[in-house]
């Protein structure tokens, strides 16, 4: 056999590497086995008349009558299948934003209470051209504005559960997450949107 020169044996090397690199890169899926992507988690939806509520102090709807303002600032969800892919088992977490009013800043003035409360909802229903509620819950939310804040985060989390027929995933249910409203607070959002 013929002594290579120098410089052809560091090209043979070194395309026998890229030759095995190449190798393993296009075996790689088949030999480590491939994971399928997660099934889909259901869409969750904030539906925009009710992502936000002002809060009042009496029949007054000026700007010196908010007692607080607050809004989903998100919902963002993890999910799994469980029981066989029979259960979509959720992790939703909801933040909201909460602002103090100038009515609040009154009343604690009289009372010293600095605390607000609400209550938000979380809904599934069929992912349908007119969806269905197939369940629906609320879930209470209180804040307290210490000292001279006047505006709060919060964040809550809960975790719906949602059967599946057969032949279903994620992508046949939607997530609806909102502030549960009176008629008067849901007619002030939609005059003004």
Do not use: K, W
Request: charged share 25%.
């Amino acid at each position: 056999m013929a002594a290579a020169e120098p410089g052809q044996a560091a090209t043979s090397a070194t395309r026998a590497a890229a030759l095995l690199l190449a190798v393993l890169t296009l075996g790689g899926c088949s030999m480590f086995g491939e994971d399928a992507p997660p099934p889909p988690c259901p869409p969750t939806l904030l539906p925009g008349d009710t992502a936000t509520l002002t809060r009042f102090d009496g029949s007054g709807r000026d700007l010196t009558d908010v007692v607080f303002q607050a809004r989903v600032r998100e919902a963002t969800q993890v999910c799994e299948y469980e029981d066989e892919d029979t259960v979509i088992e959720s992790e939703l977490l909801i933040t909201f934003e909460i602002e103090r009013g100038p009515a609040l800043r009154r009343l604690a003035a009289d009372t010293g209470e600095n605390r607000v409360a609400f209550s938000y909802f979380v809904a599934v229903a069929t992912n349908e051209a007119e969806p269905r509620i197939l369940t629906r819950e609320a879930f209470d939310v209180e804040a307290s504005f210490e000292g001279n804040r006047s505006r709060i985060a919060l964040a809550d989390e809960i975790a719906p559960r949602i059967p599946l027929g057969p032949g279903e995933d994620g992508t046949d249910y939607r997530l609806y997450v909102g502030i549960e409203l009176n008629r008067a607070e849901l007619e002030y959002n939609r005059q003004n949107r």
